[in-house]
C-alpha cells in the first residue's frame, strides 16, 4: 500500500519589494508582480510504501524542513500535491506547546489534545506514556522542574503514544543523551516492524544507513538523487566537498555497486587492487594478514602537489581507517600530463570480517574540501574473512590472549 | 466550507475545552488568592462605577430619579463593551503569539478565536454575575426581559469574533493593523452611548451614532436592565446583518489566506 505520494511539489515564498507592495497587491488589481518569487522546493517526487523507511538529507537551506512541513500538513503547498494514507504523527519539535507551569500529567493531557486526542483516549494511553517517559513521580509536578532529557523522554512518549501510519522525524531525537536516543530508536524500529512508514531527517550518517532503505538527496530545493541509502549517501557527501552538481557522476559497476566520483578530474584513479602477502589480487582477505593495496592514477592536467589517501567504510558507511600520503609524509610534486602513478599503502589487515568498500581521494592538500581533484566512494569493494583466529566479535581484531588463574575455595578438596 | 470549520472545531473540543481551562488556571496560578482576582477585578470596576459616580458625583440619568440608575447604566455598558474589546484585543494577536505553535503543529487554526472567544466569555460571566448580584441585592432585576439578553449577546459576540479574525489575520501580513485597531476601539467606545446617554447629544447628530452597530446593541443592554424594558427588535437588525457580513468575510478570508499566513509569521 502506498502509504505517501508526493507529485510535483513545490513551495514557493514571495518577497516582497516594499513593506507597501503587498498592500497594494491586495487593493489594487494588477497584473505585474509586486514581489520575487524564490522557490524553496521544486518538482519533488516520491512514493513511499507501508513500511518504507525514507532518509531525507541535504545541506542547510536544501528544503528539508520545508519539505517535512508540507509532508506534516503545517505550511501549504504552493504547486503539487501530497496524499497521505494513514495517521501522520511529526516529531518536528519535541515538547511543543508545553507549559512550563504545568505538571506532567496536565501537559500530557494537554499536548494529546492537540494531536486530536479525546479525553479518554488520552486517559487510557497515560500509563503506557508514564512508563516510557520514566519520570515516576515527577509525573505531577510542573515540567519547570525537569531534565532536558525528563522533558525529551515525556515528549517523545506523547507524540509518539498511538502508532502512527507515517512517522516524520526531523533531527529531533540527534539532541538528547545516549540512552533517550536508544529508547526513541527501539520504538521507532518496533514501530516500522509493525508497519509505520519512516521519513527521517538527519545529518547523521550513521543513523540514515542503518535505519533507512532509501534516501532522497535534496540540493537548492531539487531532489537531486533519490536510491539506495549507501549509494545516495556516496553522492550526498560528494555533494557537500564539490557543491556543484555536474562535477558529480555515479557509475555502476560489474560487482553491482555504484561508485561515485567527484572532483575537478585534474587527477583520475583508474585501477585499485587489493594485493596478497604474494603479490596475487584479492578480493578476500584473512583478518590479520598483511596487505598492500594499489592505487593507480594517472595524470590528465599538471599539478604542482598532490595528496593521495584512502579510506576503508563498513557497510553502514562508518570509517574504520584511513590515511594519506600527507600524514605519512611524502609529498607528491611536479606532476605534468599524462604521467602515472602507483601509490602502494601497505597495512596488515586488522578488520572483523564482513564486507568494506574503499574510497580514494586525490586533492592539493590534505583537506579534500579545497582543490579536490578526485573523490571516488565505493571504488573497491572486499571482504574480510576469519577462517584462522579464533572467532570474534566488533570491527577491530585486537588479538587478545586469554591466562586464567583458578584459585579453589578451602572447602573444595583437589583430587 | 463554514460546515466544514464547526466540524474541526468540534473534533478539537477537547483541545478547545482544555486550553480555555489551561490559561483561566495559569493566570492565577502562582497568586496566593488564586481565582479569587476573577472576582475581585470586576468587582472592583463596579464598585467604582457606583461610588463614584452616584454618590460622590451624585450623577443623574436625565429623567431618572433613582440614585443608581446610572450606575446600573454605566455598568451595563462598560461590562458588555468590555467582552467586545478583549474579543476583538485578543483576537488580533492570536496568531502571531501562536506562532510557534502554527509552524510548527498540524491543528485547525481556527480553533485559536475560538479560545478566545470563550476565554472572554469566561471573564465576562463572572463579572456579569457579580452585576447580577448586585442587581438582585439593590431590587432592581428587570425581571423576565433578561431572556432577551442572550440574543443581543450573541449577535455582539458574532460581530467581535468577526473583526477579531479579520484583524488578527491581517495583523499577520500588516503589523500596523494591531496598533491602528488600539487607538480605533478608544474612538468607538466614545462613539458609543455607554459612558453618556444619546439624549445629551445634539439632535443632529444622534441620527448618525445609530449607524455604529454598537450602539444599537449597547441601548438594548441598558434597556434590558436599566429600564426594565423589551429592547427595539427592529434597531437590531442591521447589527446583525453587519455581524453575518463580517463573519462571513472572516471565513472567506481565513480560507484565501490561511496557508500564506503559515509563510508570514
Known amino acids: 500500500m502506498t502509504i505517501l505520494r508526493i507529485h510535483n511539489l513545490g513551495k514557493a515564498y514571495k518577497q516582497y519589494f516594499s513593506r507597501w507592495s503587498r498592500l497594494a497587491e491586495w487593493c489594487l488589481p494588477s497584473s505585474h508582480p509586486r514581489y520575487r518569487i524564490y522557490w524553496a522546493l521544486q518538482n519533488v517526487n516520491c512514493q513511499v510504501q507501508a513500511g518504507e523507511a525514507i532518509g531525507i538529507v541535504g545541506m542547510n537551506g536544501a528544503g528539508k524542513s520545508t519539505l517535512l512541513k508540507i509532508i506534516a500538513g503545517t505550511t501549504q503547498p504552493t504547486t503539487g500535491s501530497v496524499e497521505i494514507n494513514g495517521r501522520v504523527a511529526a516529531l518536528l519539535e519535541l515538547g511543543m506547546g508545553f507549559h512550563p507551569e504545568f505538571t506532567g500529567r496536565q501537559n500530557v493531557v494537554m499536548a494529546g489534545q492537540l494531536f486530536g486526542f479525546l479525553a479518554d483516549e488520552i486517559q487510557s494511553l497515560l500509563p503506557g506514556i508514564e512508563d516510557f517517559a520514566e519520570i515516576g513521580d515527577y509525573i505531577d509536578q510542573p515540567v519547570r522542574t525537569y531534565s532536558s532529557g525528563m522533558l525529551m523522554r515525556l515528549a517523545f512518549a506523547v507524540a509518539t503514544a498511538k502508532r502512527p501510519d507515517l512517522l516524520i522525524v526531523d533531527e529531533a531525537l540527534s539532541v538528547g543523551d545516549s540512552y533517550f536516543q536508544y529508547k526513541s530508536f527501539s520504538r521507532i524500529r518496533k514501530f516500522r516492524e509493525e508497519g509505520t512508514t519512516l521519513l527521517l531527517v538527519s545529518h547523521d550518517r550513521g543513523a540514515i544507513q542503518s535505519i533507512c532503505d532509501r534516501v532522497m538527496v535534496l540540493h537548492n530545493g531539487k531532489a537531486v538523487k533519490e536510491g539506495p541509502a549507501e549509494e545516495a549517501m556516496d553522492f550526498y557527501h560528494a555533494l557537500m566537498a564539490e557543491r556543484d552538481l555536474t562535477l558529480i557522476r555515479q557509475e555502476r559497476q560489474a560487482y553491482g555497486k555504484v561508485q561515485t566520483i567527484s572532483g575537478g578530474g585534474e587527477m583520475s584513479v583508474f585501477e585499485i587492487r587489493l594485493l596478497s602477502k604474494e603479490g596475487k589480487p584479492v578480493e578476500g582477505v584473512e583478518t590479520g594478514t598483511p596487505v598492500t593495496l594499489e592505487i593507480r592514477i594517472k595524470v590528465n592536467k599538471p599539478v604542482a602537489e598532490a595528496v593521495v589517501g584512502f579510506m576503508i567504510k563498513d557497510r553502514l558507511g562508518q570509517i574504520m581507517y584511513g590515511i594519506n600520503s600527507y600524514l605519512l609524509g611524502q609529498p607528491i610534486r611536479h606532476l605534468s600530463a599524462k604521467d602515472q602513478l602507483v601509490c602502494c599503502f601497505q597495512f596488515e589487515m586488522n578488520l572483523g570480517k564482513g564486507n568494506y568498500s574503499i574510497s580514494t581521494a586525490i586533492s592539493k592538500k590534505e583537506s579534500h574540501l579545497a582543490d579536490n581533484y578526485e573523490w571516488r566512494d565505493g571504488g573497491f569493494v572486499f571482504s574480510v574473512l576469519n577462517t584462522k583466529k579464533p572467532d570474534f566479535v566488533g570491527c577491530v581484531s585486537l588479538d587478545a590472549t586469554l591466562s586464567t588463574q583458578h584459585t579453589f575455595s578451602a572447602g573444595h578438596s583437589n583430587l | ?265
Open chain 2, 1 to 265: 466550507m463554514f460546515n466544514m470549520q464547526l466540524k474541526a472545531i468540534w473534533s478539537y473540543r477537547g483541545f478547545i475545552w482544555g486550553s480555555v481551562q489551561r490559561e483561566f488556571q495559569s493566570r492565577y496560578r502562582n497568586s496566593i488568592l488564586g481565582s479569587l482576582w476573577a472576582v475581585l477585578n470586576p468587582l472592583a470596576t463596579i464598585l467604582i462605577y457606583t461610588v463614584i459616580f452616584s454618590k460622590l458625583m451624585k450623577a443623574r440619568l436625565p429623567g431618572m430619579n433613582d440614585t443608581l440608575a446610572y450606575s446600573i447604566y454605566l455598568c451595563a455598558g462598560v461590562l458588555t463593551w468590555g467582552l467586545f474589546a478583549e474579543i476583538i484585543g485578543r483576537c488580533q494577536t492570536v496568531f502571531l503569539e501562536n506562532a510557534n505553535m502554527i509552524k510548527k503543529l498540524n491543528f485547525p487554526r481556527i480553533c485559536l478565536p475560538v479560545i478566545v472567544v470563550l476565554n472572554a466569555g469566561v471573564n465576562f460571566v463572572i463579572s456579569f454575575g457579580l452585576f447580577f448580584c448586585f442587581l438582585i441585592v439593590t431590587g432592581r432585576f428587570p425581571g423576565w426581559v433578561i431572556l432577551a439578553l442572550p440574543l443581543v449577546l450573541i449577535i455582539q459576540i458574532a460581530l467581535a469574533m468577526g473583526l477579531g479574525v479579520v484583524f488578527g489575520i491581517m495583523n499577520v501580513f500588516f503589523r500596523d493593523v494591531g496598533q491602528f485597531i488600539g487607538i480605533v476601539l478608544q474612538f468607538w467606545f466614545w462613539f458609543t452611548p455607554i459612558v453618556y446617554p444619546i439624549s445629551i447629544l445634539p439632535k443632529s447628530i444622534q441620527p448618525l451614532i445609530l449607524l455604529n452597530p454598537m450602539a444599537s446593541i449597547v441601548a438594548a443592554y441598558q434597556s434590558i436592565l436599566v429600564y426594565g424594558q423589551w429592547p427595539e427588535w427592529a434597531t437590531l437588525i442591521p447589527p446583525a446583518m453587519i455581524a453575518i457580513v463580517v463573519c462571513l468575510l472572516a471565513i472567506g478570508l481565513y480560507k484565501k489566506r490561511a496557508g500564506e499566513m503559515v509563510d508570514e509569521i
